[in-house]
T-cell receptor, first 112, second 113 residues
Framework: SQKIEQNSEALNIQEGKTATLTCNYT??????LQWYRQDPGRGPVFLLL???NEKEKRKERLKVTFDTTLKQSLFHITASQPADSATYLC???????????WGLGTSLAVNP | DTEVTQTPKHLVMGMTNKKSLKCEQH?????MYWYKQKAKKPPELMFV???????INESVPSRFSPECPNSSLLNLHLHALQPEDSALYLC????????????FGEGSRLTVL
């Protein structure tokens, strides 16, 4: 069956460290993958998009990788700050209408 | 600040009420979406409008009725809802087509008593 999995547990890291979040999928052939940030009670905010023919994308302190062989995307936040604390969602664009398929999200807490 | 505005931010309604959620965007985006999100769950797609025409209905119960009066506005009409319909309702837009980032509003928190 088709499945998307993100870090099952909440992630707690110390300020200044690099946070690494994972998104694994099975039985999809995504054309692209997106990462969003969501704060409690608010709508998701787009962070990065990576296409199937791209290995890595960067934006300021954010980096995302996409390995279609491993069927995995890694999302890194370097020099993490308490303000980075939020839930991070990965979403795959797959299928004929490229409907987004969402992971459950990973809760990240950055401790000062 | 988001460029997608949703009203009201909070709504409490009884099961016999009729209410509407509204969404407005002035980004010139031609694809607009309604999502439903329960606590600790990802957004769940309900409807997609493309160029003001309904293009996707994810088998949503008829007590939810979407409407797209023009390219900037999206409504969700609610009638005879159930308590399990209580959730955060999110509007989103996308430039066009089926790829690219989604821009979400802040959501309307709906409680059905």
């Amino acid at each position: 069956s088709q499945k998307i999995e993100q870090n099952s547990e909440a992630l707690n890291i110390q300020e200044g460290k690099t946070a690494t979040l994972t998104c694994n999928y099975t039985n999809y052939s995504p054309a692209y993958l997106q990462w969003y940030r969501q704060d409690p009670g608010r709508g998701p905010v787009f962070l990065l998009l990576i296409r199937e023919n791209e290995k890595e994308k960067r934006k300021e302190r954010l980096k995302v990788t996409f390995d279609t062989t491993l069927k995995q995307s890694l999302f890194h936040i370097t020099a993490s700050q308490p303000a980075d604390s939020a839930t991070y969602l990965c979403a795959l664009g797959a299928g004929n209408n490229r409907k987004l398929i969402w992971g459950l999200g990973t809760s990240l807490a950055v401790n000062p | 600040d988001t460029e997608v505005t949703q009203t009201p931010k909070h709504l409490v309604m009884g099961m016999t009420n009729k209410k509407s959620l509204k969404c407005e965007q002035h980004m010139g985006h031609r694809a607009m979406y309604w999502y439903k999100q329960k606590a600790k769950k990802p957004p769940e797609l309900m409807f997609v409008y493309s160029y003001e025409k309904l293009s996707i209905n994810e088998s949503v119960p008829s007590r939810f009725s979407p409407e797209c009066p023009n390219s900037s506005l999206l409504n969700l009409h609610l009638h005879a809802l159930q308590p399990e319909d209580s959730a955060l309702y999110l509007c989103a837009c996308r430039l066009w087509g089926d790829t690219g980032e989604l821009f979400f509003g802040e959501g309307s928190r709906l409680t059905v008593l």
